[in-house]
């Protein structure tokens, strides 16, 4: 059973940077680089939403509208670890960040964008980010 352990938020002002950390456990030696990942996020008032995605092969990326260009997601599969560097933050990207892994090994990672209710992901715990004005 694959396990998700998300770090890395915190209280930032607006403007600077962040990076979000994804770390898996329990997979198999080597699985862990045939799963795409996703970050998603979600507050109070909103239901979660994706913000990034990244291939099992790591050669494609996709990003939501409203963080292209300033976050970047990428892997480590040598430490089973996804990566979420956010930078230039807004008070909008206020949110819990989730770290998702779509367990059907080689999937297309661009489906990601569209699954982000999608209960058969297995998902990390969150780690919450807020930006100050």
């Known amino acids: 059973q694959v396990r998700l352990v998300e770090s890395g938020g915190g209280l930032v002002e607006a403007g600077n940077s962040l990076r979000l950390s994804c770390v898996a456990s329990?997979?198999?030696?080597?699985?862990?680089?045939?799963?795409?990942m996703g970050w998603y996020r979600r507050t109070p008032v909103k239901e979660r939403e994706f913000v990034a995605a990244?291939?099992?092969?790591?050669?494609?990326?996709y990003y939501a509208d409203s963080v292209k260009g300033r976050f970047s997601i990428y892997r480590d599969n040598t430490k089973n670890t996804v990566y979420l560097q956010m930078n230039t933050l807004k008070p909008e990207d206020t949110a819990v960040y989730y770290c998702?892994?779509?367990?059907?090994?080689?999937?297309?990672?661009?489906?990601?964008?569209?699954?982000?209710?999608?209960?058969?992901?297995?998902w990390g715990q969150g780690t919450q980010v807020t930006v100050s004005a």
């Open positions: 998702a892994a779509d367990t059907k090994r080689f999937s297309n990672g661009q489906t990601m964008m569209y699954m982000a209710q999608y209960s058969d992901y297995t």
């Open positions: 329990g997979a198999p030696g080597g699985i862990f680089s045939t799963y795409s």
């Open positions: 990244i291939s099992w092969s790591a050669g494609n990326t």
